[in-house]
């Protein structure tokens, strides 16, 4: 199956009719966002067979990991805007601090950005497209939507089904390559949504530069997991398998390598693989539950980390089939930190290196030296030892005692830090995104003799009503300084008077 691309004439014509829809305010009309998200859900809900199959032949995906990574996210937050946009899109009214506006009103109001690009990825394809366009359109944007050329036949699916949908007015869908995207980057946008790595996120950012166009990155990194000296190591082994393995190791949060006590190693090891095996049998190439990898490129490039790596031992699998771009789940034990390949960048498919450890802090001390990942994982049920390392080390979110989790839970902002992203997004958070807090003050015209003081000549006395006005008053200012203090001091007077007083009856 081969895609049709966009010419340059339409990339522009495009743009073009959402920024006059968007210059009306339709896609800003209350009903409308409404309308355009239940169409979404419909969408995916209607065709749901459909993408099973299109998800299948782009990445061997199973009907368990679709429904669980694909089709439930995008109808879940289609779900949460119909029901919650009323109460996102109200007025956030806002307590005055100054004593000058004490009297009049402050609020914020959340408006729309006006048209936005989502670049989306092939991964997750339906996933990481539809769930930024969902929040994009509750926030009453017009939208260009570029979806990935790699999995091509998730990308048709949606191209065809899209504007059967949703008004074309209000959202367009654009396929292409590295020259179609380029085009599309000099267009005047209001804000870039990218989910992707980070080279071309680096693109991305230098061509919305030269609009001075804000941009929100989702992109990735090595995200380790820590297994405790106190933890049930085959509980860990299943749920670090489920977080390396699923979607056969092709997610921006999935365990990138494991960190596991010494005098533990073999018993992860021999966990790890019963788990393997109970999933797929003896061999995972023969299981309908076991993912392949999408490309005859990314294949490549995973083999060759296999083959060129400067450390480490297989324990667990190893094997592939170029064919059927087929690479078993593989363990990699007696991996050195600075092993360029399989340590030097994130590996993004079905190979777990495993780093032994005889303390915990040289864990945080390794991941330290490492750029922010995107999520972090750690297994131990000491209280102590989850705050030590929430504290010492950045990520873009953590799951304690399970792998990926907190990607799922739409209640919880998702994003990187530093090079992991910039930008978060998910339900209330995904509208935020993609609107303008506008601070609005309106005043009264009248008391014009109260703020005369503001106006020329300046006089002594028109200085002390500003300063009295504008600024806190030192007392002030040293009981927020020692609220505390003084409120126990207070307490701890009124306790030994109400003694005294006892005393004296």
Not at 58 to 87: G, T
Not at 193 to 202: C, L, M, P, R
Not at 424 to 442: D, N, T, V
Request: proline share 4%; net charge positive; aromatic share 10%.
């Amino acid at each position: 199956m081969s895609l049709t691309y966009i010419t340059d004439n339409s990339i522009e014509d495009y743009v073009t009719c959402l920024r006059g829809t968007y210059t009306t305010g339709k896609s800003r009309y209350l009903w409308a966002r409404k309308l355009s998200i239940s169409r979404l859900y419909d969408l995916v809900k209607e065709n749901e067979e459909k993408f099973y199959e299109a998800l299948g032949k782009d990445l061997n995906k199973s009907r368990a990991e679709a429904l669980s990574s694909e089709i439930s996210p995008v109808l879940e937050e289609c779900a949460y805007f119909l029901n919650n946009l009323d109460n996102l899109t109200k007025h956030k009214k806002v307590k005055t601090r100054l004593s000058a506006n004490y009297t009049d009103k402050a609020y914020i109001r959340h408006e729309a950005l006006g048209v936005v690009l989502i670049i989306s990825t092939w991964n997750y394809p339906l996933q990481l497209s539809l769930v930024p366009l969902a929040g994009a359109i509750a926030a009453g944007n017009c939208v260009v939507l570029k979806l990935s050329e790699i999995s091509v036949h998730t990308t048709a699916l949606i191209t065809e089904l899209l504007p059967k949908y949703i008004d074309a007015a209000m959202c367009r869908v654009v396929n292409g390559g590295v020259e179609e995207t380029q085009h599309l980057l000099r267009q005047k946008f209001d804000h870039i949504f990218y989910t992707g790595n980070s080279h071309v996120a680096k693109s991305i950012m230098a061509a919305a530069s030269e609009n001075l166009t804000p941009v929100t990155l989702e992109l990735g990194g090595k995200s380790p997991a820590i297994v405790g000296s106190d933890a049930d190591i085959q509980i860990v082994a299943n749920r670090i398998a489920f977080g390396k393995f699923f979607n056969t190791g092709q997610s921006c949060v999935a365990v990138d390598y494991v960190f596991v006590p010494k005098e533990r190693l073999g018993e992860f090891i021999e966990a790890i693989r019963k788990t393997l095996t109970k999933w797929y049998g003896t061999n995972p190439q023969a299981s309908k539950d076991y993912g392949r990898i999408v490309n005859d490129r990314h294949f490549d490039r995973l083999v060759s980390l296999l083959e060129d790596r400067q450390s480490g031992t297989i324990v667990i699998g190893g094997e592939h089939n170029r064919t059927t771009r087929y690479i078993a789940p593989t363990v990699i034990t007696n991996v050195k930190f600075n092993d360029d390949q399989l340590m030097g960048s994130e590996i993004f498919g079905p190979i777990l290196p495993v780093i032994t450890y005889t303390d915990i802090l040289e864990t945080i001390g390794q991941i330290n030296k490492k750029e922010p990942p995107l999520a972090l994982y750690l297994f131990t049920k000491k209280q102590k030892v989850i705050d030590h390392v929430i504290t010492y080390t950045t990520s873009g979110g953590v799951t304690i005692n399970d792998t990926l989790l907190h990607q799922t839970e739409y209640a919880l902002p998702f994003g990187g830090v530093g090079a992991s992203g910039m930008g978060s997004y998910h339900g209330e958070k995904s509208f935020q995104r993609f609107s303008h807090e506008r601070g609005i003050l309106a005043k009264k015209q009248r008391f014009e003799w109260l703020i005369q003081s503001r106006y020329p000549p300046v006089t002594a006395s028109k200085m002390a009503l500003l300063r009295i006005a504008l600024v806190t008053h030192p007392l002030h200012y040293w009981f927020i300084l020692y609220k505390k203090p003084v409120k126990w001091i207070s307490l701890l007077i009124i306790i030994i008077g109400i003694l005294i007083k006892r005393q004296l009856k």
